[in-house]
């Protein structure tokens, strides 16, 4: 549960970022845009008039604007009527836009802004610097959660499983596992245990019926046993009065 959580506050920190880094690229897309629209209007009437004065002097105003690091308003004939570049400036990823210069509805001139693009790795490292300590709370909050729901559920359930395991190795259905708390992991318990007390029950009813059975089927063997040892005595008796009992027969059938 923790890695899950760890995973999903890292991939929306990971959106996050990309989502930024989107939209500082169309933010300074969208700033030299505007800046090249600024200078395409204040610089109409320098193009149209090919004031090189006028076009440095709507230029100056550039110098407030320290990502701007070059711009230049043309003449309808493409020449440079004037030009400005910040001081300073070394290889930079920059972005350039372009405007036309329009008066009376034809192309008077054109401006130009090269704008340098937002450092993003600057950026980026600073967002996430921010997400560092949330993605450390996510998974503090996920641990303790974790260890909520494993006291409240999974060790109640782990003894339900252990016991289960106990009962099928020893066999002892006299097992019964404690309740914890009144609940649902509770009522489970009490059925669990409700289970076995039917399961124990009926093995005693079914070792009363074994040992009465055994003591009727001792009882009748013994009664079979007295009853053979009574015929085998009568017969003894019988063979024993035999002899007797022909003689005597003879002497009656002699008389007669």
Do not use: W
């Not at 124990?200 to 019926?209: F, G, N, Q, V, Y």
């Amino acid at each position: 549960m923790i890695c899950a959580a760890s995973a999903t506050v890292a991939a929306c920190c990971a959106a996050l970022l990309v989502s930024e880094s989107y939209r500082l690229a169309e933010e300074s897309r969208a700033e030299a845009d505007s800046t090249a629209e600024m200078i395409a209007t204040h610089g109409e009437a320098a193009a149209v008039f090919e004031d090189a004065a006028a076009a440095r002097s709507t230029l100056a105003a550039l110098r407030l604007k320290p990502d701007v690091i070059h711009a230049a308003i043309y003449t309808r004939h493409g020449r440079a009527l004037a030009e400005y570049r910040a001081r300073g400036v070394g290889v930079e990823e920059t972005i350039v836009a372009r405007r036309p210069i329009v008066s009376g509805g034809e192309r008077a001139g054109e401006a130009t802004v090269e704008r340098r693009k937002e450092r993003m790795s600057e950026r980026m490292a600073a967002y996430a610097r921010a997400c560092l300590p949330i993605l450390a709370m996510a998974v503090a909050i996920a641990a303790a959660f974790s260890s909520v729901l494993r006291r409240l559920i999974a060790l109640p359930i782990g003894n339900l499983a252990a016991a289960a395991g106990q009962i099928s190795q020893d066999g002892n259905y006299s097992l019964r596992v404690a309740k914890s708390r009144n609940d649902e992991i509770g009522t489970l318990t009490d059925a669990f245990n409700a289970m076995l007390a039917q399961v124990e029950e009926r093995d005693m009813a079914l070792l009363d019926h074994r040992q009465h059975l055994e003591e009727q089927v001792q009882a009748r063997t013994t009664d079979l046993l007295r009853l053979n040892h009574e015929l085998r005595a009568a017969k003894a008796r019988a063979e024993e009065s035999a002899p007797e009992r022909i003689e005597a027969e003879g002497l009656v059938a002699a008389r007669a």
